[in-house]
T-cell receptor
Framework: DVKVTQSSRYLVKRTGEKVFLECVQD?????MFWYRQDPGLGLRLIYF???????EKGDIPEGYSVSREKKERFSLILESASTNQTSMYLC???????????FGEGSWLTVV | AQSVTQLGSHVSVSEGALVLLRCNYS??????LFWYVQYPNQGLQLLLK??????LVKGINGFEAEFKKSETSFHLTKPSAHMSDAAEYFC????????????FGAGTRLAVHP
């Protein structure tokens, strides 16, 4: 079974803090994704990475950056957290040009 | 550009009743279509997908969906609802081939009452 692990399930951070959300997958997938989920808006793509050290902006990249130094790990970084970044963040992975995306269990981030 | 519209943010059915969750998409190229389910405090799990071939697709937990190109629809159905089906359901579309990003609908929350 594919496993996508998000190490932090629940975080509370202060406005202006730098926040790291970590994601690890164990299936040697080339593609990895970060989505943000908000009520009534579904899932919106923040960034995706199609291979190590490769990244591409999604639909809502403002205020976020990413890092993919190793194939299995994809980090989402909030350089200076703001209250409007309070949300559920979902990491996902997929084999190169495959059609099924596998999701982690999500990280609930609250910025106060 | 691709997009997905899920009709009805909340659907409520009785246990044993038919479940019908509606999804319409727009895509300028042949789409891949997906339904995902999200149980409380969990990530998304793939229910079923359509890529090519048979337009009626069967998934897990007794769900199925039919790709209707003429109607640009991919509605999700289950003949008889169980209490355990209560969850949020997301329809998604991607392009076939290339770096195909997945575009999600806003989701439909299904409630099942006794």
């Amino acid at each position: 079974d594919v496993k996508v692990t998000q190490s932090s399930r629940y975080l509370v951070k202060r406005t202006g803090e730098k926040v790291f959300l970590e994601c690890v997958q164990d299936m040697d997938h080339e593609n990895m994704f970060w989505y943000r989920q908000d009520p009534g808006l579904g899932l919106r793509l923040i960034y995706f990475s199609y291979d190590v050290k490769m990244k591409e902006k999604g639909d809502i990249p403002e205020g976020y950056s990413v890092s993919r130094e190793k194939k299995e790990r994809f980090s989402l970084i909030l350089e200076s957290a703001s209250t409007n970044q309070t949300s559920m963040y979902l990491c996902a992975s997929r084999v190169r040009q495959g059609n099924t995306i596998y999701f982690g269990e999500g990280s609930w981030l609250t910025v106060v | 550009a691709q997009s997905v519209t899920q009709l009805g943010s909340h659907v409520s059915v009785s246990e044993g009743a038919l479940v019908l969750l509606r999804c319409n998409y727009s895509s300028s190229v042949p789409p891949y279509l997906f339904w995902y389910v999200q149980y409380p405090n969990q990530g998304l799990q793939l229910l079923l997908k359509y890529t090519t071939g048979a337009t009626l697709v069967k998934g897990i937990n007794g769900f199925e969906a039919e790709f209707k190109k003429s109607e640009t629809s991919f509605h999700l159905t289950k003949p008889s609802a169980h209490m355990s089906d209560a969850a949020e359901y997301f329809c998604a579309v991607s392009r076939s081939g290339g770096y195909n990003k997945l575009i999600f609908g806003a989701g439909t929350r299904l409630a099942v009452h006794p």
